[in-house]
């Protein structure tokens, strides 16, 4: 069995954790809210022994890489320089850069702005989109309510706080309330009520998910907290202001997107009417791929499939 290496790297100031495997190519696994380098352990082993250098990071301010402590500091900016910053640390002049759920902006943002560095771009639930006309904020407010997830997480401290207080049961709830195996999420904060009853508990835990997963995840967030992670969000106005250069401009790398049917992110008004324009924005984009009955969290609960797909491409550059 391939084994997962540890180590920390000095990038832009942090000392970014990574989770590593194989050598050949680089390919980066961006993971996303709220997870960090093990939501990719079944992605390590495939494509190290499928030929490549796989590294995980704990992204600025998660588990065991944590960030500093301002707000403004989570940027779209910091967050693709720090993915460019990897890249060099690593001794590399290109990767293939894949991200998940928040790391899929990530990526398709490091594609856009550095397209050099980029062999390859993979998202993964989250699709490219271009910058909109105004902030999203405000949009996002007027369309689902202050109750809207997104636009609960711009309180300070309260997110935080709530996701803190039993880390087991916060990972158990979000991660199966958003899976393929739960009934459609509506992320809005019912009236009167808390950010975790948008996740319903569990009966009992879906056959890609453990409890010794769960703890993992609970044991990596116990000293960095939700601080950081939630601070991405609280950047969402702000990236739209630092990315007006960037209006419109589209993603050339080669590309593939791949999502669970039942991800609640497919089911926001006008997504998959969308997909098939996504070749106007992303130009190289090589296939779409749809995994039925899966939900949000596409490479934990589907990892053969997303590996396949991945590993496929992957050969293809």
Not at 67 to 85: K, N, Q, S
Not at 290 to 305: D, I, K, S, V
Request: proline residues 8%.
């Amino acid at each position: 069995m391939t084994e997962i290496a540890h180590r920390h790297i000095d990038v832009n100031g942090l000392s970014m954790h990574v989770a590593e495997a194989g050598s050949g190519p680089l390919v980066l696994l961006l993971h996303g809210f709220p997870e960090c380098w093990y939501s990719w352990r079944r992605q390590l082993v495939a494509l190290a022994e499928a030929g490549f250098h796989a590294v995980a990071p704990d992204q600025r301010g998660y588990a065991r890489t944590g960030g500093p402590g301002r707000v403004e500091d989570y940027t779209i900016l910091h967050l693709t320089g720090d993915v460019v910053a990897l890249i060099a640390a690593l001794g590399e002049e290109q990767a293939v850069v894949v991200g998940h759920d928040w790391g899929a902006p990530v990526a398709w943002h490091t594609a856009q702005f550095r397209p050099d560095l980029v062999r390859g771009v993979v998202g993964l639930s989250v699709h490219p989109r271009p910058r909109s006309s105004r902030p999203p904020v405000a949009q996002m407010r007027e369309q689902f309510g202050d109750g809207f997830y997104m636009v609960a997480f711009q309180q300070p401290e309260v997110p935080e706080a709530v996701f803190e207080r039993d880390l087991p049961d916060t990972f158990r709830r979000v991660l199966y309330a958003a899976s393929g195996d739960a009934a459609d999420l509506v992320p809005v904060v019912p009236d009167g009520g808390g950010l975790l009853d948008v996740y319903p508990a569990p009966g009992r835990l879906p056959g890609w998910l453990t409890e010794g997963d769960i703890a993992t995840f609970a044991a990596e967030y116990a000293s960095s907290g939700f601080t950081g992670p939630v601070n991405w969000y609280r950047n969402l106005d702000r990236n739209w202001e630092l990315t007006a250069a960037w209006h419109r401009a589209p993603i050339t790398p080669p590309a593939l997107y791949i999502a669970g049917e039942r991800d609640m992110v497919l089911a926001a008004p006008g997504v998959k009417e969308r997909l098939p324009r996504l070749h106007d924005f992303v130009t190289d984009l090589r296939d779409i791929v749809l995994l039925p009955g899966c939900g949000h969290w596409t490479q934990q609960e589907r990892p053969e499939e997303v590996n396949e797909a991945l590993i496929g491409f992957l050969r293809t550059l």
